[in-house]
């Protein structure tokens, strides 16, 4: 069973920087593609970004492109989404999952496991 936890939110002024790290435990890392999904109060939850599961292609959300960048590392079993000049519109709780398709990896139905998520906020 795969588990994932993510960590590194918090409340940030707009303009900062925030860096999320997701876990990830229970099977081969390599076998899994991960994303990154936020869900702000009264809203659906959307995509933010995605690496394959080699790390050799990335996907980004227009909304956060060339504001947000995302990772994995092999060796420690983690993903993390380097987020820069935040703005107000980008609070929201903040989820990690897995999935092994290589395919759709900008839909939540790619993925089978989710963390609880971590809230960032961002002031104004």
């Known amino acids: 069973q795969v588990q994932l936890v993510e960590s590194g939110g918090g409340l940030v002024q707009a303009g900062g920087s925030l860096r999320l790290l997701c876990t990830f435990s229970g099977r081969t890392f390599s076998s899994y593609a991960v994303g990154w999904f936020r869900q702000a109060p009264g809203k659906e939850r959307e995509f933010v970004a995605a690496?394959?599961?080699?790390?050799?292609?990335?996907y980004y959300a227009d909304s956060v492109k060339g504001r947000v960048t995302v990772s994995r590392d092999s060796a420690k079993t983690m993903v993390s989404l380097q987020m820069n000049s935040l703005n107000p519109s980008d609070t929201a709780f903040y989820y990690c999952a897995a999935g092994g398709s290589y395919y759709g990896l900008g839909g939540s139905g790619a993925y089978a496991y989710w963390g609880p998520g971590t809230q960032v906020t961002v002031s104004s």
């Open positions: 690496i394959s599961k080699s790390g050799g292609a990335t």
